[in-house]
T-cell receptor, first 113, second 118 residues
Framework: AQKITQTQPGMFVQEKEAVTLDCTYDTSDPSYGLFWYKQPSSGEMIFLIYQGSYDQQNATEGRYSLNFQKARKSANLVISASQLGDSAMYFCAADTGRRALTFGSGTRLQVQP | NAGVTQTPKFRILKIGQSMTLQCTQDMNHNYMYWYRQDPGMGLKLIYYSVGAGITDKGEVPNGYNVSRSTTEDFPLRLELAAPSQTSVYFC?????????????????FGPGTRLTVL
């Protein structure tokens, strides 16, 4: 069974600064995908970024990048130039091709002006 | 495209009542999923479907039933509602089953149904 661990229940960051949200995963499958989702206070789940286990380069999507360290089984999300609208819950998730996504418990990010 | 739609948005049930949560997607996705999210927690998979007529249990299937008669619809049935089923329910869909390491197979989520059982 796979497990996703997010050790930061809450994070604060100043507007325009960068922030890293931690995620570690535990799977024995050699082939897997890693995802980050954002959940604002309105409740919807918004896809942010994806990293495949065989991808050689770290994924980037605009201000989001994924710091993928395969040997450490970590997939940290980096948000550059934080904006007030980035305040939300952030979930790391993994899929090994079996039963959909396994989610971590989330990190609540608050961006301060 | 409306994407993934869910009805109702909110519902209050009494213990022992039953109801069906509706989910429809218009993206012609073959995979569909039901998750539940308890307060302060991540999402947990209830059931999923790889296509019309095919469903399978996820991590927390007890107390729920599903059916998939069409590509578009994936309703979730609660029989004999219990307070432990108080949660936010999300439906999601994706086009291809992820095998990991390959092309992105993003799951698209509906807006959720907030269910309270009293």
């Amino acid at each position: 069974a796979q497990k996703i661990t997010q050790t930061q229940p809450g994070m604060f960051v100043q507007e325009k600064e960068a922030v890293t949200l931690d995620c570690t995963y535990d799977t024995s499958d050699p082939s897997y995908g890693l995802f980050w989702y954002k959940q604002p206070s309105s409740g919807e789940m918004i896809f942010l970024i994806y990293q495949g286990s065989y991808d050689q380069q770290n994924a980037t999507e605009g201000r989001y990048s994924l710091n993928f360290q395969k040997a450490r089984k970590s997939a940290n999300l980096v948000i550059s130039a934080s904006q007030l609208g980035d305040s939300a819950m952030y979930f790391c998730a993994a899929d090994t091709g079996r039963r959909a996504l396994t989610f971590g418990s989330g990190t609540r990010l608050q961006v301060q002006p | 495209n409306a994407g993934v739609t869910q009805t109702p948005k909110f519902r209050i049930l009494k213990i022992g009542q039953s109801m069906t949560l509706q989910c429809t997607q218009d993206m012609n996705h073959n995979y569909m999923y039901w998750y539940r999210q308890d307060p302060g927690m991540g999402l947990k998979l209830i059931y999923y479907s790889v296509g019309a007529g095919i469903t399978d249990k996820g991590e927390v299937p007890n107390g729920y039933n599903v059916s998939r008669s069409t590509t578009e619809d994936f309703p979730l049935r609660l029989e004999l509602a219990a307070p432990s089923q108080t949660s936010v329910y999300f439906c999601a869909s994706s086009l291809l089953r992820i095998r990991g390491g390959g092309p992105t197979d993003t799951q698209y989520f509906g807006p959720g149904t907030r269910l309270t059982v009293l």
